[in-house]
């Protein structure tokens, strides 16, 4: 992070030592002097490289990994962070804020971004309970994000520093069956941003391929760009069930993700979507978000009303994002014959259902596994061509300092709580 008076162009260099960063400054005319300060405990070296370079080094900070530095050129003068601050999934139910090393290109077709705004995920609050899959501590989580590009690596062609950028956050092999015909959300080697390994967007810097930032459009503001992510999940969840013009679907949950499918499958023609939801206010959001009728799931005549807006033989398509198995039970009995299913949320308990209810009426059920290239690129146009209506989804900003408040809220939905987002600063 550079505050105050920066005139001069510079560039952080590669770490020297886990808790040793250079930072070089190359002054565009000549260099007479120069002094440097660190406003920590331990010493700054500071050394000429050249006639117009020089650079410092932070030693004997190992436990304060971020400092300020600020370094005086006679008239110029240039302050900035080493290391970088992030929230830390220590333990289940543990956030910490924290000082560490900033993340570093491992290649030259990657970039270094700086977060700027970051969404509470549905998936991290399964990790902070302690019921995902594979999501685990610790990890510095977030992978709906928004930032600035700090570091382009030389064969970067498509992004440059200062690029306003979101990310899709599957880092994958790039060379398998899957990655090479356009489903690398299916890569056996896939990583996903902001798990153990991989340090994420609760934290102010990180590292991703070239080929996995989009930039962003000019006129896009930073609570709209938060939502192409969740926004592609609802649109490859659409495009795996293969809605048609005219069709009528359920979606079960109206969080985020619920409400981004509800977009998602109006973008791809459903005449009829409802919406089913436990929360007054996740309804009243899928309304706007594009729902035709909302339907409170604790209301008796619950299957009645679905059944009286997708007619008696079911719908034709139900997306299931709420990971309860009674939901999935629900979507069985409401889809019409040679319907389908699809899957989107987490489920931590195992769905028992009898067979022939599939067998017997030709019900497809089809997994959805996060996106693939062209989902992220139809979010973002549906985005800027104001054909998917999710702008009023985040309802939350909060700055990185209050990340437990923010899960918090996200897990207790109070507030009018739907998609919470932290700022960096
Ligand atoms: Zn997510
Ligand atoms: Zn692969």
């Known amino acids: 992070m550079i505050t105050g008076p920066c005139l001069l162009p510079f560039r952080w260099r590669d770490s020297l030592h886990p808790n040793i960063d250079r930072l070089s400054a190359r002054p565009t005319r000549r260099l007479y002097s120069f002094s440097c300060h660190v406003f920590a405990p331990g010493t700054l070296h500071i050394r000429q490289f050249s006639k117009h370079t020089i650079g410092c080094a932070a030693s004997g900070m190992a436990s304060r990994p971020r400092v300020e530095v600020l370094i005086e050129f006679g008239l110029w003068s240039l302050r900035g962070m080493i290391g970088m601050r992030a929230v830390l999934l220590e333990d289940y139910g543990v956030l910490k804020l924290i000082e560490t090393h900033r993340p570093e290109l491992t290649g030259q077709d990657q970039v270094l971004v700086r977060t700027s705004v970051v969404g509470v995920c549905g998936s991290e609050i399964h990790a902070f309970n302690g019921s995902h899959p594979f999501r685990e501590p610790p990890a510095v989580m977030g992978h709906e994000i928004v930032g600035i590009v700090a570091e382009a690596g030389s064969d970067c062609s498509s992004i440059k520093p200062g690029d306003r950028v979101t ?149 034709d398509v139900v997306f299931v994002t709420i990971g309860i198995p009674a939901v999935f039970e629900k979507a069985l009995s409401l889809v019409r014959p040679g319907g389908r299913i699809a899957m989107i949320a987490l489920f931590d308990k195992p769905v028992s259902f009898e067979p022939f209810d599939i067998v017997g009426s030709d019900v497809s059920i089809l997994g959805s596994q996060m996106y693939s290239d062209i989902d992220v690129k139809d979010a973002i146009s549906a985005l800027v061509e104001g054909r998917a209506a999710i702008q009023h989804l985040v ?21 009018n709580a739907i998609k919470v987002v932290l700022l960096h600063r």
Not at 244 to 250: F, S
Not at 293 to 311: K, L
Request: hydrophobic fraction near 40%.
């Open 395 to 415: 309802t939350h900003e909060l700055p990185i300092e209050e990340a437990r408040k923010a899960f918090d809220l996200t897990i207790s939905k109070k507030d």
């Open 167 to 315: 990310v899709d956050p599957q880092w994958t092999c790039g060379t398998c069956s899957w990655c090479t015909s356009g489903r690398h959300n299916l890569c056996p080697k896939k990583t996903v941003l902001g798990t153990t390994g991989w340090s994420g967007g609760f934290g102010e810097y990180f590292v991703i391929p070239e080929n996995r930032v989009y930039p962003l459009p000019p006129g896009m503001s930073d609570s709209e760009a938060i939502l192409i992510e969740p926004l592609s999940v609802g649109m490859h969840a659409s495009r795996r069930a293969a809605v048609r013009d005219g069709e009528k679907a359920v979606v079960f949950g109206s969080g985020t993700i619920g409400l981004s499918t509800i977009a998602a499958a109006r973008v791809y023609g459903a005449a009829t979507v409802v919406a089913v939801d436990l929360l007054d206010h996740c309804l009243i959001a899928a309304t706007s978000a594009g729902a035709t009728a909302a339907v409170h799931a604790g209301a008796v005549s619950a299957d009645d009303q679905i059944r009286s807006y997708v007619g008696k033989d079911g719908a």
